[in-house]
Structures are given as structure tokens and as C-alpha cells.
Nanobody
Framework: VQLQASGGGLVLPGGSLRLSCRAS????????MGWYRQAPGEQRELVAT???????NSADSVKGRFTISRDNAKNTVNLQMNIVKPEDTAVYYC??????????WGQGTHVTVSS
């Protein structure tokens, strides 16, 4: 079982970025999927989650700017990041709660918001 994240990089303040993460291996569709992030010197924090049924939850700091979505057929979760701010700079980790395996984490993808 593996989670592969992609889409990180350098973006200007006010810009947009899209992160994707795919769960692969001999698995059934994950229950909750989502994203956490960890800024330098900070603890890992929740960004957003989405259930198999499509119910979402997100941190107050990203509400109205970030949108989480998923494709159950492809076991993929996406994070559309709009109006990014320098404080969004962090390593973003995707996770999936996979039946029989529990919480599984991706390798992290770097997002830097800077002019």
C-alpha cells in the first residue's frame, strides 16, 4: 500500500496550486482521506479531510481558499489551494484511512509561497 503525492512547488502569494495524492496497492476504497501540513518548527496540523461519501472538514485558516475533493474510482484525493499566503508554506502530507491497513501516509510534498 502506498500513497504518492504530487503537485507541490513554489507559488506567488495570491496564486493557486493543486495537490494530488493517489493510494495504490491491493486495497479497497479508503474511508477518510485528507491532508495535513507541517511548517518549519511547527507541529503537524490538519488542513482538510473528506469522507468516502464526500463530507468535508477543513481548518479555519484555509476555509474559503482551499477545496478538497476525491475520486473514489481512482483512490485519489486532491487539494485545490487558491489565494495562497506565505503562512501556507509547509510540507503537505496526504493520508488515507484504508480498511485493513489503518491510517497510511504519503511522503510529503513541499509548498512554498513566496514572492
Amino acid at each position: 500500500v502506498q500513497l504518492q503525492a504530487s503537485g507541490g512547488g513554489l507559488v506567488l502569494p495570491g496564486g493557486s496550486l493543486r495537490l494530488s495524492c493517489r493510494a495504490s496497492g491491493s486495497i479497497v476504497s479508503p474511508n477518510t482521506m485528507g491532508w495535513y501540513r507541517q511548517a518549519p518548527g511547527e507541529q503537524r496540523e490538519l488542513v482538510a479531510t473528506i469522507t468516502k461519501g464526500g463530507s468535508t472538514n477543513s481548518a479555519d485558516s484555509v476555509k474559503g481558499r482551499f477545496t478538497i475533493s476525491r475520486d473514489n474510482a481512482k483512490n485519489t484525493v486532491n487539494l485545490q489551494m487558491n489565494i495562497v499566503k506565505p503562512e501556507d508554506t509547509a510540507v503537505y502530507y496526504c493520508f488515507a484511512n484504508i480498511p485493513m491497513y489503518g491510517n497510511t501516509w504519503g511522503q510529503g510534498t513541499h509548498v512554498t509561497v513566496s514572492s
